[in-house]
């Protein structure tokens, strides 16, 4: 258990600077249990904390885990360059508390994006000796053959890098696959199709680890919370059983 003053406390959670923060206080835009907290000096007990800012209902997280169905034409950057950043779909406190993507997906590719602001999580997740899985639905402008499945799996020299190899592979449409990687080099999916004679035109992470995308219920551009039950799932195995 820990506590903090309000104005502390606000600043923890992306509400700005302990002066901003103070602001928002005294000026009537902070209730706990439905009641305004004028004084930023009050000490507050975070743990199970649930309050109101302008009206919206948060609960204290020391940090925080989210998943994004990200749409296309959206930058997994802080500091976007040439479309909006993927941080603009999400509340400005999140972006104020340090959020960032675990790990990139393209502009143009779509599905499941990871964020937070741990810093020991995000490492877990995209260190290269972890190998967590990531599984993806692919569709070709070629029709899938099984020839291309097994290049896939057996792997692809791509310039001068040892030769990636997909985990598994499966075809699920006469122009789509789902393909489950263990590394995450870059535009590494694109590139293993152009290497195995194919060519992706749509992209779409549904899976990391044994976390499926579908699972969430996101809408595109929607995001939710991760807590104990689906974080767990993140770092089981996440291969699927494509036999099945």
């Given at each position: 258990m820990s506590r903090l003053t309000l104005d502390r406390m606000l600043q923890s959670q992306g509400f700005g600077s302990r002066k901003a923060c103070r602001g928002l206080i005294e000026a009537g835009a902070v209730k706990i249990d439905g009641e305004i907290i004028a004084d930023w000096r009050i000490e507050i007990e975070t743990d199970g904390l649930e309050f109101e800012v302008d009206g919206r209902r948060w609960a204290y997280r020391e940090h925080v885990y989210l998943a994004l169905d990200k749409p296309a034409g959206?930058?997994?950057?802080?500091?976007p360059s040439h479309h909006p950043g993927v941080l603009s779909l999400l509340p400005a406190p999140f972006?104020?508390?340090?959020?960032?993507p675990v790990g990139r997906l393209d502009h143009d590719t779509t599905g499941l994006l990871l964020l937070s602001d741990d810093g020991a999580f995000i490492h877990a997740l995209t260190h290269p000796k972890r190998h967590v899985s990531k599984t993806y639905r692919v569709t070709t402008a070629?029709?899938?053959t099984q020839a291309l499945i097994e290049r896939l799996c057996s792997g692809v020299q791509l310039a001068d890098e040892p030769a990636p190899l997909a985990a598994q592979a499966r075809q699920t449409g006469e122009?789509?696959?789902e393909i489950v990687l263990e590394q995450g080099k870059y535009h590494q999916v694109k590139r293993m199709l152009a290497a195995a004679g194919s060519h992706c035109v749509a992209l779409r992470r549904i899976a990391i680890g044994g976390l499926a995308l579908e699972s969430l219920g996101l809408a595109e551009g929607g995001w939710c919370f991760l807590d104990d039950e689906p974080l767990e799932r993140l770092t089981s195995h996440g291969r699927k059983n494509f036999a099945d």
């Open positions: 959206v930058e997994c950057s802080r500091r972006t104020l508390r340090g959020v960032q070629e029709p899938i122009h789509e696959l």
